[in-house]
């Protein structure tokens, strides 16, 4: 779950992501492979607090409220997006149950009849899955495929400029959603990928996939929010990536909605505790780190994600999911209306 990337790489990595010119190939490599030198960074480079260049851009307030508008746009877009999903998958349902009569009347699937067989077992295998699950594989591809970038050297300057968030960057909006889902060690990636598989079935029984989408896409954004006033006031243009801040909104749903679940430590299986003890633990240790100015992880970014999360199961569910009907009125007037044309 780790997202911070530490103070001590920003001002290479600012200069790729800021400057309008294409850094030599040299101080590419060197960058790269700064990059990805992962857990072992802050051993390399120390904890020497480094400045920020003069060429650097500064995240005022102004900039903290673009960041603020876009996050609450880009959230509002989601769930309407989910809503808009769920709508067309129950009109689905409804097509594919006419069409095709009642399931007894079905025949059977036949793995050779038009599908070769290893995708006969891949459906198979698809089938079996849970409705957790099948949100979840997904995700962790597309993961996945931007964790396999970040190894291309010549896409080096995309990754930096579009896949890790910083404060101090010129195009400081859309890295706040695609830094969630970057990671530049396979560690980082494998660690956030299991607890997201966890927790996924028992998230998407609360919320449904729709809603779940809805909550993880926000929680990203939020979480990437909450890293930029927190260094916004702490003075630190840190690079940040990762889907832990994401993961963490989801956390912070279920715990709070379930929060006399039994939890345990993958190494540990003897030692068990509740989902309340643990997003409550989860919250003072981020609180902790935050005061501390702890590098390893980016505390801020946790802690907006958790926060989300909760607020999602106290108010957010019921004071805007659940009052998605006039939505899904206009959607579906405006979809007839565009039939009869």
């Known amino acids: ?91 689905a349902v409804m097509r594919r149950h006419m069409e095709r009569g009642p399931l007894w009347a079905r025949r059977p699937f ?32 597309v993961n996945v495929l931007v964790f ?19 404060p101090a960057s010129r195009g400081f909006r859309l890295p706040m959603l695609l830094s969630g889902f970057s990671h530049y060690s396979f560690i980082h990636l494998a660690v956030n990928m299991f607890v997201l598989h966890s927790f996924s079935t028992s998230a998407v029984i609360l919320l449904g996939k729709e809603q779940f989408l809805g909550l993880y896409l926000s929680g990203a954004l939020t979480s990437s929010l909450a890293s930029y006033l927190y260094k916004m006031f702490v003075f630190s243009p840190a690079v940040s990536l990762g889907a832990s801040g994401a993961i963490m909104a989801i956390l912070g749903y279920v715990c709070t909605e379930s929060p006399d679940s039994r939890l345990a430590i993958v190494l540990l299986p003897m030692l068990t505790f509740t989902a309340g003890t643990a997003i409550k633990a989860l919250v003072a240790f981020d609180v902790l780190g935050a005061a501390l100015r702890w590098q390893l992880f980016d505390h801020a970014a946790h802690l907006g994600g958790t926060l989300f999360g909760i607020y999602w199961a106290m108010h957010g ?15 579906h007037n405006l979809r007839e209306a565009g039939k009869r044309r």
């Not at 291309?152 to 995309?158: E, K, R």
């Not at 569910?317 to 959607?331: D, G, N």
């Open 148 to 166: 396999g970038a970040w190894k291309i050297p010549s896409l080096a300057p995309t990754m930096l400029r579009y896949f890790a968030s910083s």
């Open 317 to 331: 569910r019921q004071h805007i999911w659940e009052k998605r009907e006039p939505l899904i009125r206009w959607y």
């Open 110 to 141: 036949e793995p050779g009849e038009k599908w070769g067989e290893w995708r006969a077992q891949l459906s198979l295998w698809w089938a079996s899955q849970t409705e957790g699950q099948k949100v979840f594989w997904p995700i962790c591809l």
């Open 1 to 91: 779950m780790l997202r911070n990337i530490g103070r001590t790489f920003l001002p290479a990595a600012c200069r790729l992501a800021v400057n309008s010119t294409a850094p030599s190939n040299a101080s590419h490599r060197q960058i790269y492979r700064s990059f990805h030198t992962g857990g072992r960074l802050l051993a390399r480079f120390g904890k020497r607090p480094v400045e920020p260049s003069p060429s650097q851009n500064t995240f005022t307030w102004g900039k903290f409220a673009h960041a603020t508008a876009f996050t609450v746009v880009g959230a509002g877009s989601f769930f309407a997006g989910c809503v808009i999903w769920e709508y067309e998958e129950v009109r």
